[in-house]
């Protein structure tokens, strides 16, 4: 979506825009956690409308981009969905992609403003194949629930998230928080934005970030820096094909899953409720005096009080109270494990899930 977007759906009673990369929708219209339990039990939407959006034509299209990304996609039937990844030579994430297979088209959900780049790489990768891309983002968005918008259509890209799709590899436990909420993006004309809406209740940003938080589920635009690797956000549960190879970047994830270990991982923090505020992205998570990684998202759940996700290094002790400090204040801050320590170096176990024996 272009720099100044502005929803329509700002005109709503109470609406709050939010800041950052999710501006130009509401951060909430009123009652943020209010909101978040409506959206988690399916009696609100959201306006994810400055999300962006590309298609990809052409007889080659799944075979084209299987090539060069994380996931099978050339096996996916129309309706089915999927996420993957494009990664540097060092395996290091540099787009992330949930993928629609419409009849005859591909259809691409990306952060905010990340279509561009997007789009310029894959076109300079078409060479003589049969393939075209276009950037819809001027004139599409998204609207997500926890369930179908009647309203909406049925362009609807559905969630994987938790589940471990064919080739992938779980490096979190198998009663996993996620499969709490599924998550459903409708992709619709920006045109039609209030008629797709109909007389929905809405939530805003602020309650789709509660959600995901508390989903363990990584963002593109939060959980990522320059020396992110999927290893370390779980995204081999979803993002990955471990048997498919000839991407770039496929060395790294097969060495540091097999024979390696993930030099950082993500964490769920349930941070002091005492504070009354929230620690901003990026302020430091500390072990006593040293610091140990980063918060890279925090929310106020309606339920669990305040929480964030951070990434911290692979040795941090996962029984160890740790310190988030923004600034002048501390929160202090216990760990629940998403990635396990011993995450990767798989060679020889039984399973994807790290501690689950063969059954029977």
């Known amino acids: 979506m ?12 109470g609406a709050v825009e939010a800041g950052g990369v999710d501006a130009g929708v509401a951060a909430h219209y009123g009652a943020p956690t209010r909101e978040a339990r409506k959206l988690a039990e399916g009696q609100a939407i959201a306006d994810l409308s400055h999300f962006d959006v590309l298609e990809i034509s052409g007889e080659d299209r799944q075979s084209w981009l299987d090539t060069l990304s994380t996931q099978r996609i050339n096996t996916l039937k129309p309706s089915q969905s999927t996420q993957t990844l494009l990664l540097s030579v060092q395996g290091r994430i540099e787009h992330e992609m949930k993928v629609l297979v419409d009849e005859d088209r591909l ?27 276009n950037n ?16 909406a259509g049925t362009l609807i890209w559905t969630d994987p998230w938790p589940g471990v799709t064919p080739g992938g590899w779980a490096y979190s436990r198998e009663d996993h928080p996620g499969s709490e909420r599924p998550w459903l993006l409708h992709v619709v004309a920006l045109d039609d934005l209030i ?22 589920e990584p963002r593109f635009g939060a959980e990522i820096d320059e020396k992110t690797i999927p290893h370390e956000l779980d995204w081999l549960r979803t993002a990955v094909h471990l048997e498919k190879g000839c991407y770039k970047g496929q060395e790294t994830i097969a060495r540091v899953h097999n024979i390696g270990h993930p030099p950082r991982r993500v964490v769920f923090l349930d941070l002091d409720g005492s504070m009354h505020t929230l620690p901003a992205p990026g302020s430091e998570v500390k072990l006593g005096e040293r610091t140990v990684g980063r918060v890279t ?4 759940h309606y339920e669990a009080g305040p929480i964030a996700l951070a990434v911290v290094k692979r ?10 400090v923004d600034g002048e204040t501390s929160y202090p ?13 798989v060679a020889g176990r039984f ?6 024996p063969p059954q029977g």
Not at 2 to 13: E, I, V
Not at 109 to 132: D, T
Request: cysteine-free; glycine content about 6%.
């Open 2 to 13: 272009s720099t100044g977007y502005q929803s329509p759906l700002l005109q709503r009673a």
């Open 107 to 133: 259809v691409l959900i990306v952060e905010p403003g990340a279509a561009a780049a997007l789009e310029e790489f894959l076109n300079s990768m078409r060479f003589m194949l049969r393939v075209e891309v």
């Open 136 to 151: 819809l983002s001027q004139t599409h968005g998204v609207l997500a629930a926890t369930r179908p918008i009647p309203s």
């Open 195 to 216: 008629s797709a809406v109909a007389d929905e209740e809405l939530a805003g940003m602020m309650a789709v970030e509660a959600l995901r938080i508390a989903a363990w």
């Open 297 to 300: 998202s925090a929310t106020l």
């Open 315 to 324: 040795n941090v002790d996962p029984e160890t109270v740790l310190s988030v």
């Open 333 to 345: 801050a216990s760990q629940e494990v998403i990635v396990a320590p011993d995450a990767g170096q």
């Open 351 to 356: 399973t994807g899930f790290l501690r689950t």
